[in-house]
Structures are given as structure tokens and as C-alpha cells.
């Protein structure tokens, strides 16, 4: 029987087949020392998932803190001056900046699982660090201001200290 024309040759004497050979050099997929582990991406995934409730969190302890400290300053400037609301407003305060550092620092420490280009563009997540930045140096400012109106106790500047904080905030 004759051996058919598409049919594979023989290996040879030696068992090693002559047309079995690769041209180009075995190539590795690009990043496979960069691939992130199952774990890694879970640990990111939780952390930023806590973040983004912690955020929401944060934003009404915020707006409980204006919403208290506008009363305060209301009560304390331009009603009967009882002070009923300056231990609230104080502790809100302290919760609220409290709860945006932990915010934060669960954002800061979330292992990164994927290497990016250095400049990978404008994106939204770009915009929401650029604002908490911004947003960071108005809370440092604020909580600043805050105390050093407290501070002003007696003074006669203390209303344009309050003043300037009510509307900073």
C-alpha cells in the first residue's frame, strides 16, 4: 500500500521528526509577571466597596454637622445664647472628620492589582481624587478655623470668626 500524499512523514531514525521545529522563539503573553492574584483583586474589591459606603456615610455625617452648626451658630450669636448645641456640633464635627480620614485611608491602602501607565488619562477616578484633595485641605482649613473661632471665646472678632467658618463650611 503507498502512502497517501498529505500524510505525515515518518519520524526519523532517531525518533526526533525533521519538520517539527519553531521558527521564532516561544513569546510570553505581555505582563504575566504583573497578573493579579484572585486574593489581590478580592481584598481591592471589599476594601473599595467599604469606601464607597463609608463615602456615603460620611456625606450625612457632614450634612448633619452643617445642618447643627448652623443652628449653633444661630443660637449662639443671634438667639438666646443657651449653647445647648455646641457639644453636638463639636462631636459631630469629630465623627464627621473621623469617618473622612477612614474614608480615605481605605482608598490610599487598596493594593493596586494592576500595573497602569504612568499617564493613563482623565477619568472620573482622576476627578474624584483631584476633588477629595481639594476636599481634604477645606476639612484641614475647616476643622482649623473651627477651633480657633472656639478659641476666640470673648473677643470681639469672634462673630467674624464664627462668620467666616458658617460659610466656609
Given at each position: 500500500m503507498a502512502a497517501e500524499p498529505d500524510a505525515p512523514a515518518a519520524p526519523a531514525a532517531g525518533g526526533v521528526d525533521p519538520?517539527?521545529?519553531?521558527?521564532?522563539?516561544?513569546?510570553?503573553?505581555?505582563?504575566?509577571?504583573?497578573t493579579p492574584s484572585v486574593s489581590l483583586v478580592s481584598v481591592r474589591r471589599t476594601m473599595l466597596t467599604v469606601h464607597q459606603s463609608m463615602g456615603m456615610a460620611?456625606?450625612?455625617?457632614?450634612?448633619?454637622?452643617?445642618?447643627?452648626?448652623?443652628?449653633n451658630y444661630h443660637d449662639r450669636f443671634y438667639g438666646s445664647d443657651r449653647g445647648s448645641l455646641?457639644?453636638?456640633?463639636?462631636?459631630?464635627?469629630?465623627?464627621?472628620e473621623t469617618a473622612f480620614l477612614a474614608t480615605g485611608a481605605l482608598a490610599l491602602f487598596a493594593p493596586e492589582p494592576d500595573a497602569k501607565p504612568a499617564l493613563s488619562g482623565f477619568d472620573s477616578t482622576t476627578v474624584h481624587k483631584l476633588a477629595m484633595l481639594?476636599?481634604?485641605?477645606?476639612?484641614?482649613?475647616q476643622v482649623g478655623l473651627g477651633l480657633y473661632t472656639a478659641s476666640r471665646e470673648g473677643y470681639v472678632d469672634q462673630l467674624t470668626m464664627a462668620r467666616a467658618h458658617l460659610v466656609a463650611g
Open positions: 519538520m517539527s521545529f519553531d521558527l521564532l522563539p516561544p513569546v510570553e503573553p505581555p505582563f504575566a509577571d504583573s460620611t456625606f450625612a455625617l457632614l450634612a448633619a454637622t452643617v445642618a447643627v452648626g448652623h443652628l455646641e457639644r453636638a456640633h463639636r462631636a459631630l464635627a469629630y465623627t464627621t481639594a476636599a481634604t485641605l477645606c476639612m484641614v482649613g
